[in-house]
Each structure stands twice: as C-alpha cells, then as structure tokens.
C-alpha cells in the first residue's frame, strides 16, 4: 500500500512538474509583460491574406508551405500594434527563396482577386548567399530601405536549416532588428506608426513547392520597452528628411544642409552662395534648369570646410533627362573652366540624358565614379526619376572608397593604388597631377544646368 501510495506520488510530482515546465516554457514571457501572439495549438488571433499558401500548426510551430502558382501568402494579426517588441523563432526550408516579419503593416483589400495585397515594412529572412537576414525591404511599396551592404558583419547571424531567434523593436519612428542577438538594421521611418504583423510565405518557382518556413516562440511585449541597445559604429538609415536621430547625434553626425538656409555652403567662385541657380525651399537644395550646360547659370556650390575621412550621406532628386553629380576631395586648385574638379559620385538620369553612353563600359551612368568605375548594374537599387533616392559615399583613413544607392554598394576601390593611377591614365583626368589623391578638400553639389534637388546631406567624421 506504501508502495503504490509512494508511486502515485512520483508520478504525480512528475505530471505537476512537466506541467510547471510546460507553463514556464510557453507563459513566463507573460510575467514579465510579454504576451503570446501563438497559443501553440490554434490560429486564433491570426488571418491568411494575400497568395493561397497555407499555414497549419506543427507541433510548437505554425507552418507555412511554399505553393506554386501563387503569389506572396501572409498570415497577419487580427491586431494591430503601435510601439512594440516582438521575438520570434524563424527556421526556413532551403535557401532558393525567403520568407519575412511584417511589422505595421497594412492590406489593400482588392488585390490578388479579392485576397488582398499586404504592404508596408518587412523584417527580411534571407538564406541565399545574399545573405540580407534582418534587412529591412518596404514590401509592395518602396522597396529596400535597410539592405545588409549596410552591415556586412551581420550576415553571419543567420543559420541556415536551423531556428532563428529574431527580435525587432518598433519604438516611435524607429526599428531595429537583431539575429541570433547580432544587431541588424536600424531605419528611422515618417510612416505607419500603427500596423498589424505578419509571417510571409513568398511565392515560388515551381520546384519549391512543398518547401516549409516555421515560426514559433512568437511573442510581443507593448508597454515598459526597453531597448537592447546598438553598437554606436552602426549605420541608420534615416528616412526623415534633414534630420539627425539622437543615435546619430551621439555617434557624431553632422548636417552639411539645415533645411532651411545656404549656412555652411559657398560658390567655387567665391566666399558667398551662388545669388541665382540656385533655390532653398521646402526643405530642399534645388539646382535650377538652365541651358544643360555645366556650371553655366549659378555654378558648382561646396562646403566652406574640407573633409579627409568621412562617411557622407545625401538624398537627391533627378528630374527627367538631368546631370549633376556630388564631388569630394575638390581642393579648386585647378582653376578649371566649368564645373570644379575632383572624385565624382555620378548623378544621372541614366535612360535620358547621353552622358550614360559616353565614357567607358557604362562609367558615367549612376552612382558611378565618374569616367573612372562603372557602378553595380543592379537595378534593385534604382528609384524611378522623380522620385527620392539615397546616395552615400565612404572615405576610409587607408583610402579606401565605396559608393552606395539606396544602400547597396555599387563600387570600392582605393584612392591612390596602381589600379587607380592606371585608370586615371585613360580617363579625361590624365593630365590632372595626382588626380584624387588630395590629403583632404571641399564637397560638392554640382551645377550641370538641369533641374536636380538635395536634401539630408550629413557626414560623420572621425573624433
């Protein structure tokens, strides 16, 4: 009797303390605020929108199977969430496509034959070689905002065939994310400061069908955030228009155009700002259409001091068939006719205007440098003339140098070298002495005589 009394106690003891370690599993993220957005056994608070791709639960997870011959399927909250934290677990079958988190997001109804079409910003999950885990992509509206040539240290984070731990932090107008605890991406955004979530299963080519992402651990605190903090080195993109995100005050950035005023700019041709061809309004530093010819209406504009080692960043507007470009290490030295010299990240309309077939094998089209080094052909990096797209160049202490579009690199190379000097040599800077080599010098906005505009110009420096 003893016996059977103390068996039935062991095994009771047992069932109470699996069931207090199942609990602590699935709810100990509610005691300190965290609430489950996945029950473990139903879909209960979720909805199937967009593509036919089906979601059903599997063990701990829910599924989504890839699906031939529909377009991208999400599962999206019946919720919608302003300020959050969100954690999950992602494990994504394959590395011939992806999968993404959307974060307030929202749905056009009438796409997709009545299904719905989700759009809005998207935590990406990337396994190819591309490796953009944790990138930030604006689904079905803007495209990348926050690609990993931003970060190349965290495409490391992602495992491939394994589960993922994900975290994003949507705070006021800022998201971050990390992997596998490796800070990602940073974007500071003007839009959708409310939204629903979302687990994407993207369309495919027929020989994925049957392919499965799972996600679990989905869980999502709202009040109290506490941020994990970023590395300061990091690189934000801020879509807010010449403004500076305390994180970047901190870090040392500096505007080079208020918003408001000339402050801090001045004509190649003298001490003051240009009094015609020129146009500060609306937040905007405008050349304005002449004759197409260069600097020929208020001439090239620079900044009043010089730069050696920076990190520069500017958003400009092409209108249609123009020219223009952003110069650095200018000294006006030279005492050129026209346009002042120096290294040239190219600014282009480059279906329109001619200069895009001059050159050599596409050097001056855009985000080239120019006449030297034809810039990355991928179009993904491209925004529609009339439309805001985001240059940076970066200028190393060791000299070396990268271009950026929309936060892709479309070119490095190393002011300097023998493979610089060789290409100088056949360009129409061969007769310049130690062209680009200046220890430091002015940056310029370049006057071409088309209508282009320019705004959030900033640069960090070291301390």
Not at 270 to 277: I, L, N, S, V
Not at 390 to 400: E, F, L, P
């Amino acid at each position: 009797m003893k016996r059977n009394t103390l068996f039935k106690s062991v095994v009771m003891a047992a069932i109470v303390s699996n069931a207090v370690l199942s609990y602590a599993q699935t709810d100990k993220s509610n005691e300190k605020g965290w609430t489950n957005l996945f029950d473990g056994k139903t879909l209960n608070g979720w909805k199937s929108v967009g593509g036919k791709a089906p979601y059903s639960i599997e063990g701990d997870a829910i599924v989504g199977r890839m699906t031939k011959g529909t377009p991208n399927s999400f599962l999206i909250t019946e919720k919608e969430y302003g300020d959050f934290i969100l954690e999950l677990d992602v494990k994504l079958e394959g590395n011939e496509t992806n999968s993404g988190i959307q974060t307030r997001s929202h749905l056009d109804p009438k796409a997709n034959d009545g299904r719905g079409r989700v759009y809005g910003r998207q935590v990406e999950i990337d396994p190819s070689s591309r490796a953009w885990t944790g990138g930030i992509y604006d689904e079905a509206r803007r495209g990348w905002i926050y690609p990993l040539d931003l970060n190349e240290n965290a495409k490391k984070a992602y495992k491939a065939e394994e589960f993922n731990h994900i975290r994003i932090e949507a705070v006021g107008d800022e998201l971050r994310t990390w992997i596998n605890d490796i800070p990602v991406a940073y974007v500071v955004d003007t839009i959708d400061r409310t939204g629903f979530i979302g687990l994407q299963v993207h369309g495919i080519p027929p020989q994925l069908d049957g392919k499965k992402v799972y996600f679990k651990n989905i869980k999502i605190k709202t009040t109290d955030l506490k941020s994990k903090g970023f590395p300061k080195d990091l690189y934000i993109v801020n879509l807010k228009p010449n403004d500076l995100a305390d994180a970047e005050k901190k870090k040392g950035v500096k505007l080079l155009f208020d918003g408001k005023t000339n402050k801090g700019w001045r004509s190649i041709h003298g001490d003051k700002f240009p009094e015609r061809g020129w146009e500060v309004k609306d937040g905007q530093m405008t050349v304005l259409k002449s004759d197409g010819g260069e600097s020929t209406n208020g001439g090239d504009i620079v900044t009043k001091d010089k730069y050696a080692v920076f990190d520069l960043s500017f958003e400009f507007k092409l209108s249609p068939g123009a020219n223009s470009g952003v110069k650095y290490f200018v000294t006006l030295k030279e005492k050129s006719k026209g346009s002042a010299i120096g290294l040239e990240y190219q600014v282009l309309d480059d279906a329109l205007h001619p200069d895009a077939k001059l050159g050599r094998d596409g050097n001056r089209t855009l985000a080239s440098l120019y006449d030297l080094i034809t810039s990355n052909r991928d179009e993904r990096a491209r925004r529609p003339i009339g439309e805001w797209n985001r240059g940076r160049v970066v200028v190393t202490a060791d000299n070396k140098v990268e271009h950026y579009l929309n936060g892709i690199k479309m070119l490095s190379y190393e002011r300097g070298s023998k493979a610089f000097k060789d290409l100088v040599q056949i360009s129409k800077y061969k007769d310049w002495e130690n062209f680009g080599e200046a220890k430091e010098g002015f940056i310029l906005l370049q006057d071409h005589g088309d209508r282009v505009s320019f705004r959030s110009i900033k640069i960090n420096t070291p301390n």
